[in-house]
């Protein structure tokens, strides 16, 4: 027989020892045993009672002391509320005997510890346990227990819900209800019922879970006569097609026609654009989406419809008016200011994302499923963007999908088109998030299936507007150039509005200097001191030839148009802007001599009297007068040139110039990203005098149209001052002979030249620059290089043009 | 015991035997110090001196001499020992008493002490009988035949006598009783034992002579294979009652009828009324129920009869006048015999209302007859709703709680000594207010006027949180934790029992309390008011039940038999008898009679109730009484027969301790019962059925024959009965056909489980049927999964 004890003699010398009691003897501590652990075992039966009496089943230190205090014991202080658990420690030189480490706690410390939160008030909540014996599942019930049932049981709830359909109701109801049955293995009957509808009762009264255990299920969805007559109403009426669908189904411009009423669903009763010729809405299926989108008692059918929506996909993918249907009914859900869809996004996203991104959509690759996905992609993106705010994640979870399918070459090119689509749709910061940093692999890899195998090919294809339809006497290869083509194009648009976006940001926001650090480096890299005058002098000159031949440049040849606009752009914006804008001029560049001319000028009263007049009112017809004066005085080959430059160059750092100059400034500045993309193609074909003015090697290039900024090369030789090529006008003027004979009005060349210079000193790869686009400082004109490269020319036609962005300035 | 002490009774045997050789060698070695080469062989010594057990009796019987007294006081001493040990293992050294009281009263005799013989064996039948309610068959037998031996020679002649004292055919091995203890109640004996010194040696020959201690490992209660003699006790008790012809137990009974004369299960024989008291609110109800149809059938019959009048007097033909007349005269003569008839049908006897008991006050009666007009029919066919309420933020310290007859306040009692009354409107349109608040802030987002300012400022979720919610009072007064709260009948008065010993009463309306009453010395476990108010009851740790009168201080009452601390006390329906239930070393569920306070039922909990007994509930006819216990089962007995009707199988029962249980209003045929294991789980009372069907039934007939004597016009009376007695018929088949289909996983039996709810995360603490039978719930919210 084991010790039935479980305090043994030498628990009871340790704990004598603990109490410095030292000369216990072994006979004492073998007859306090016993004791000590009857009085234990006492203490302990009274506690579990006070524990049982509070119908607890946790025995407390509250419940000890109260058992304590029973026996007129003094309780032990110290452990209430204490739910630490206690610390046992090993007695030294017992090996089974452990204690609690009783810590000194200092009064203070505790007196003087802040008061712990008051706890919430104990209240009572009521709610229904159960109903007749049957308990409603409610949030504040137990949840069922989610083991499912056995398989017989399941089969057996499946054919009851079916047989409940076939005997139940009409329509929908029992289709639903037979669907559900054949998915019965999956779901539990519960779910069946809610679907099933009229079909419901059968399996739903059905007690569930363990035996024994009455609960009712959630979802007894009780619909009104009216809504489910509206709801087969609905459903009729959208779901198959009618012949007038059909038939726009097989004419893509009719397509075209169905999404653009779609989008006009918002004006539908405004009818303008829904009676025009494009609409192929029935009446009927009109007042039906109407009252989608109008009626607050919607969301009663919310779980029908979303249902609806994903059968007619899976059901409808070879027919594409059913799904421009299923769009349009999503939409006017959309617009249903009554409805929230928020607990059916789950399932409402994936039909649309199978619209946007499937493999094969309608009848054949030479039907227009593109606008199909394209408004798909506007749905999604619409979707985004209602429920991005209490669904963060949901935005990023459908971006990246599409970007998966984007990068995934396995897939088709219409998934890739769907996928740009897509992520365009989500908006320029997406794109420039996400596509932009894949843009220059996915390109090469789209290169060999283009017309032409290659991007030139591509832009001309895309310029040329003959996206409408495949290339002709295409075949295989020729479905697949047409689809190269389409992605080919949606990338450029996407990319092209990306950036145009964000031009008319910055441009709206008076072009903070930094995003164009390009051409800023460009500028600070070739100023020389010695240069100075003549890098004063080329600015102007070259400024403004330069944009005076905006209107003239053709499409094609803007770049050199735009060229000039690093250069003007570089300078610091207005310092002062008190300055009326006609005057508004960039400061200029600090110039030693230019402030010994002015400390010397300061001696002639006649030139500061000039000066002060112009700094009180810069914008009187006076001021404007002398100032014209002034700059036509630069133009002088006497030595009052410097007298005027120097004026000219002190108002400068007051930011008041010359009306003349101050417009073309307005331009330049306007004008300063476009002028970056074409720096960059200064080294390239398009500019074919661009050798000849600005050797290729390095920065010495970089004369920067009219940046004033002379070539590193050419410091020794002011007249290759690259100022020179497009304000040669100017220059010739001004004596500083340009060194380049460039082609009149050879913009582009000029341009060309500068723009090399200006790409030149930072030689980062396309795929570094596009990679960081999406940054708040991104230089933008290194990104619209980039994008050039990539594109060719005609990206350039997507960014604004110049003449649109002085007006933004304003 | 010391060896000086061994010495001495050897010396003094060794003496009387005339030993003189063997006594002066026995001095020499006393005196002489031990070598220490000797050690060994005392050891020795003493190990053959344990072995030969027979020369230590002799010793030991031989030193207690011929005190006679010493073995009465030394059983005294045994009894008060094991009384006030501890609780778990009380049950097992009990069973060591009747052996040890058998040997010693035949000691006694054969030492022709007939005297102290008698007074033991009185003092011992009046303890048994008081503490135990009666007693086993074979104890009572044992008495029987004790009783007749007065005298050495009776002994001599009488083979019960040598059987026990192990002068029998089997030697002294056959007179040992075998008793099974764990090994820490043997070690607590044995200490218990040898500490007593010279006290208490006639108690260890005794113990030695007739005791076969058997040590088995494992806790006290965990042993079924060898059946605990305390649990006969039970079955046969529950057999042996006054309605024993019926039955399982009929054949025992039968057989060990002889026995029976003796004094078993004397306290279940008592005669008691458990009938309803003569104008308790149902049956006044139901008289209102017939006099109304009574008139309105002699109403229509009469419109029948002037009906009839009508035209003939049209016609001025008199006989067919008379004939009305006469139609007329039957029509009310059947209507009072149908009255009369149905009153014969009032179930059950019912006992006169006696003196002391209070009358109901008016209003109390009127409401009660009004909600039993709008009472929900509960059965097993039509089971009923709960609402529960969780109290949240309770962290573990709510102990109990109880709600008024309509389930629009609570009343809970909390360990920090708090009684807190809750008013459910108010707190309802708070927690309406919040959840508007909280719903509003939503679309709101920052509200402003039309003209850009803010909007002025709604109470916002936070601020609301954050108050002291309204519609709670505090009653402050307790100094310990409250363990038990109740309201009285008109629901103006709450009774709380706390751990501090006291009973307080207060007034549920402006909080305040109204008297203390100090009867109790230790807490207090549970208190219940008198259904008809001015009384209540309080049990506590006290082993002691108490009633009250509201108006004294004192109790009226103790019923004192319960061996250990009472838990539960709960009135009868008809007020005239208290049920209480003690658990641990006890676990009997009691009924006592108020008038004299003396025990009249006695109901073990045996092995049908594992555990001890945590909660009461009186079937609302006053025939059964459920009781519920912490390890998770319910059984019912019958009180009449002191019979156990039905107990829950381990399959359907509770998986943690039974808090509490309900009875539903009228019939009672559905049983709720909630516990530790966060379930209300509803029971079926086929019994409580057959009276409402019955009830139904009567009902029908009765009409029926009305409509019958009233001739033409039927009256609606009569469908309805016909068509109830129909439903009920129905219902009955449907319910049997349940029976037989659930058989695979329901139990078949007389209290089959209908339901079984789980809540969310709360044990139920209270269950209640209002007085409209919604059935009410309460419990403390944990957030920790289920506590078992």
């Known amino acids: ?810 | 015991m010391r060896d000086s002490d061994w010495d001495q009774l050897f010396l003094q045997y060794i003496r009387k035997r005339g030993l003189r050789d063997v006594e002066e060698r026995f001095v020499q070695h006393v005196r002489q110090p031990p070598a220490p080469g000797d050690k060994e062989e005392a050891a020795a010594v003493a190990a053959g001196v344990e072995m030969a057990s027979g020369l230590i009796d002799d010793l030991v019987c031989f030193a207690a001499g011929h005190e006679a007294a010493v073995y009465g006081d030394a059983y005294e001493a045994l009894v008060g020992w094991v009384d006030s040990c501890l609780d778990m293992y009380r049950p097992e050294l009990r069973r060591l008493l009747h052996p040890v009281f058998v040997r010693l009263y035949l000691t006694l005799v054969d030492m022709e002490a007939g005297r102290e013989a008698a007074a033991l064996l009185a003092r011992y039948r009046a303890r048994v009988l008081a503490t135990l309610g009666g007693m086993r068959r074979a104890a009572a037998s044992d008495l029987t035949q004790l009783a007749a031996l007065t005298s050495r020679s009776l002994l001599r002649g009488s083979a019960f006598a040598a059987a026990r004292l192990g002068l029998g055919p089997g030697g002294p091995a056959a007179a040992k009783t075998a008793v099974a203890l764990s090994p820490y109640a043997h070690d607590l004996l044995m200490r218990w034992l040898h500490t007593g010194g010279g006290r208490m040696l006639p108690l260890l020959s005794v113990v030695n002579s007739c005791l076969d201690l058997q040590v088995l490992e494992g806790l006290p209660k965990g042993a079924p294979a060898a059946p605990v003699p305390d649990d006969d006790l039970a079955d046969e008790l529950a057999g042996g009652g006054p309605g024993g012809a019926g039955g399982p137990g009929a054949d025992e009974a039968g057989a060990d009828a002889g026995a029976e004369a003796a004094e078993a299960n004397m306290v279940n024989r008592t005669e008691i009324k458990l009938g309803l008291l003569q104008g308790n609110v149902e049956d006044m109800y139901r008289e209102q129920q017939e006099k109304h149809k009574a008139e309105a059938a002699a109403a229509a019959a009469a419109a029948a009869a002037a009906g009839e009048a009508d035209p003939a007097a049209a016609d001025g033909q008199e006989p067919q006048t008379k004939k009305a007349k006469k139609a007329a005269e039957k029509a009310a003569a059947a209507a009072a015999a149908a009255a009369a008839t149905s009153k014969s049908v009032v179930r059950g006897e019912r006992i006169e209302h006696p003196p002391f008991l209070p009358k109901l006050p008016d209003e109390v009666v009127s409401a009660a007859l009004r909600d039993i007009g709008l009472r929900a029919p509960v059965t097993a066919a039509a089971p009923p709703s709960c609402a529960f309420f969780t109290f949240v933020n309770a962290k573990q310290t709510l102990n109990c709680s109880t709600f008024n007859s309509d389930g629009s306040k609570i009343v809970a009692g909390f360990n920090d000594s708090s009684v807190r009354v809750y008013d459910m409107p108010t707190i309802s349109q708070h927690h309406a207010l919040l959840r508007r608040s909280r719903r509003g802030q939503l679309p709101g987002g920052g509200g402003t006027n039309p003209d850009g300012t803010p909007a002025p400022a709604a109470p916002s979720a936070d601020d609301l949180e954050e108050c002291e919610p309204p519609g709670t009072l505090y009653l402050h007064g307790h100094t310990a934790a409250v363990h038990a709260v109740d309201f009285s009948v008109d629901q103006r008065l709450v009774l709380s029992g706390s751990s501090d010993g006291t009973v307080r009463v207060w007034g549920a309306e402006f909080g305040a309390c109204l008297a203390v009453y100090p009867g109790h010395v230790f807490p207090v476990w549970d208190v219940a008011a008198c259904p008809l108010g001015h009384w209540f009851a309080s049990a506590g740790a006290d082993r002691v039940a108490r009633l009250w009168v509201s108006e004294r201080t004192q109790p009226l009452r103790l019923l004192v038999g319960h061996n250990a601390d009472v838990d539960v006390v709960r009135w009868h329906p008809n007020c005239c008898l208290v049920a209480t239930a003690a658990g641990q070393a006890d676990r009997t569920v009691r009924l006592w009679d108020v008038r004299e306070g003396k025990c009249v039922r006695y109901l073990p909990c045996g092995r049908a109730l594992p555990g001890s007994p945590t909660c009461l509930a009186l079937s609302p006819d006053g025939s059964q009484i459920a009781a519920g216990s912490d390890e998770g089962g319910v059984t019912v007995w019958d009180l009449g027969t002191a019979r156990r009707v039905a107990a829950s199988q381990p399959s359907t029962a509770h998986t943690g301790a039974v808090w509490c249980l309900a009875y539903s209003q009228g019939d009672g045929c559905v049983l709720a019962s909630g516990g530790a294991d966060e379930t209300v789980r509803l029971w079926r009372n086929d019994s409580g059925e057959a009276l409402a069907a019955a009830g139904v039934a009567a009902a029908g007939d009765g009409t029926g024959a009305d409509g019958e004597g009233g001739g033409a016009e039927g009256g609606e009376g009569a469908a309805d009965g016909a068509a109830g007695s129909k439903e009920a018929g129905k219902e009955g088949a449907k319910a049997g056909k349940d029976g037989k289909e659930d058989k695979g996983n329901k139990p078949e039996g007389p209290y089959a489980q209908l339901g079984r709810y789980r809540t969310k995360s709360s044990p139920v603490v209270s269950l209640a049927f209002s007085s409209r039978n919604l059935l009410l719930a309460a419990g403390p919210f944990h957030r920790r999964g289920p506590i078992t």
Not at chain 1, 300 to 317: C, I, R
Not at chain 1, 720 to 738: D, E, I, K, L, T
Request: hydrophobic share 40%; charged share 15%; proline share 9%.
């Open chain 1, 1 to 810: 027989m084991s010790n039935p004890n479980f305090i043994t003699p030498g628990s009871v010398r340790a704990i004598a020892l603990s109490v410095d009691v030292t000369y216990l003897t072994e006979e004492a501590a073998k007859a306090l045993a016993p004791d000590v652990e009857y009085r234990l075992r006492e203490v302990i039966q009274d506690a579990l009672k006070f524990a049982r009496h509070s119908k607890r089943t946790k025995l407390t230190t509250q419940d000890v002391n109260d058992a304590l205090r029973l026996r007129n014991i003094e309780p032990l202080y110290g452990f209430l509320n204490n739910n630490d658990p206690a610390k046992f420690v090993r007695a030294t030189g017992a090996p089974d005997l452990y204690f609690v480490r009783d810590d000194t706690v200092p009064l203070e410390q505790i007196t003087c510890a802040p008061l712990p939160k008051a706890p919430n008030a104990t209240t009572v909540m009521p709610h229904w346990l159960f109903i007749n014996g049957v308990q409603p599942q409610t949030e504040e019930n137990a949840a069922v227990d989610p083991r499912p049932a056995p398989k017989r049981q399941r089969l057996a709830a499946a054919a009851a819900a079916a047989a409940g359909a076939g005997a139940g109701a009409a329509g929908a109801g029992a289709a639903a209800g037979q669907a559900d049955a054949a998915a019965g293995q999956k779901r539990k009957a519960g779910q069946a019922e809610a679907a099933g509808g009229a079909a419901a009762g059968a399996a739903g009264g059905a007690p569930a879970g363990q035996p024994g255990e009455r609960v009712a299920m959630p979802v007894q969805h009780i619909l009104s006569d009216e809504m489910q007559r509206l709801l087969q109403q609905i459903q009729a009426t959208l779901g198959s097609p009618s012949p007038a669908t059909l038939d726009a189904g097989s004419d893509e411009r009719g397509e075209g026609g169905l999404w653009g009423c779609v989008l006009e669903l918002d004006a539908a009763d405004r009818g303008a654009g829904a009676n025009g010729s494009g609409l192929l809405l029935t009446p009927m299926q009109r007042a039906v989406l109407t009252t989608v989108q109008r009626d607050p008692g919607m969301q009663q059918l919310l779980p029908y419809l979303t249902k609806h929506v994903g059968d007619e996909v899976a059901g409808g993918l070879r027919q594409l008016p059913r799904l421009h249907m299923v769009l349009r009914l999503v939409q006017a859900l959309l617009l249903n200011p009554a409805v929230s869809l928020e607990p059916y996004l789950h399932t409402l996203m994936p039909p649309l994302l199978t619209c946007l991104m499937a493999k094969s959509l309608g009848n054949g690759p030479t039907c227009d499923h593109w606008a199909l996905r394209d408004a798909a992609a506007a749905v999604v993106a619409r979707i985004c963007g209602r429920f991005g705010e209490p669904y963060y994640s949901l935005q990023v979870k459908v971006s990246k999908q599409l970007l998966r399918a984007l990068l995934d070459g396995s897939k088709p090119l219409p998934t890739h088109y769907g996928a740009v689509a897509g992520l365009a749709a989500l908006g320029p910061a997406t794109v420039r998030l996400l596509l932009l940093p894949q843009l220059e692999p996915y390109l090469a890899k789209l290169q060999p299936s283009l017309p032409g195998g290659s991007l030139a090919g591509a832009t001309a294809a895309v310029a040329g507007g003959s996206v409408g339809a495949p290339a002709p006497g295409g075949g295989k290869e020729g479905v697949r150039q047409f689809e190269a083509t389409r992605v080919y194009g949606a990338l450029l648009q996407a990319s092209g509005s990306a950036m145009y976006d964000k031009l008319m940001t910055v441009a709206a926001d008076s072009l903070p200097q930094h995003l164009f650090r390009t051409a800023g480096r460009a500028r600070r890299s070739l100023v020389t001191k010695e240069e100075e005058e003549a890098a004063a002098a080329a600015r102007q000159a070259a400024a403004s030839p330069a944009v005076k031949q905006e209107p003239h440049a053709p499409g094609a040849a803007s770049p050199g148009a735009v060229g000039a606009a690093p250069a003007v752009a570089a300078p610091r914006p207005v310092a002062n802007p008190a300055i009326p804008e006609q005057v508004a001029v960039p400061a200029p560049a600090h110039s030693a001599s230019m402030e010994t001319a002015w400390l010397k000028l300061q001696a002639d009263p006649k030139a500061t009297q000039v000066y002060k007049m112009i700094v009180a009112n810069p914008v009187s017809s006076q001021s404007l007068n002398l100032l014209e004066s002034l700059q036509q005085l630069t133009a002088r080959p006497d030595g009052r040139a410097v007298t005027g430059q120097a004026l000219l160059y002190e108002l400068g750092k007051l930011g008041i110039g010359p009306a003349s100059i101050a417009k073309q400034y307005r331009a330049s500045v306007a004008a300063a990203a476009a002028a970056a993309a074409a720096a960059a193609q200064g080294n390239g074909q398009l500019t074919p005098n661009g050798g000849a003015q600005s050797p290729p090697p390095g920065p010495a290039a970089g004369a920067g149209g009219g940046m004033a900024s002379p070539p590193s090369s050419g410091l020794k030789t002011p007249g290759s001052n690259g100022a020179g090529p497009s304000g040669q006008a100017h220059s010739g003027r001004g004596g500083r002979a340009a060194a380049g004979g460039s082609g009149p009005g050879g913009s582009a060349p000029g341009a060309a030249g500068g723009a090399a210079g200006a790409a030149a000193p930072a030689p980062r790869s396309v795929r570094a620059v596009l990679a960081e686009s999406w940054r708040e400082d991104a230089d933008l004109g290194e990104v619209v290089v980039a994008l050039t490269t990539l594109f060719g020319p005609a990206f350039l036609t997507r960014l604004p043009q110049p003449p649109q962005l002085p007006v933004m300035t304003l």
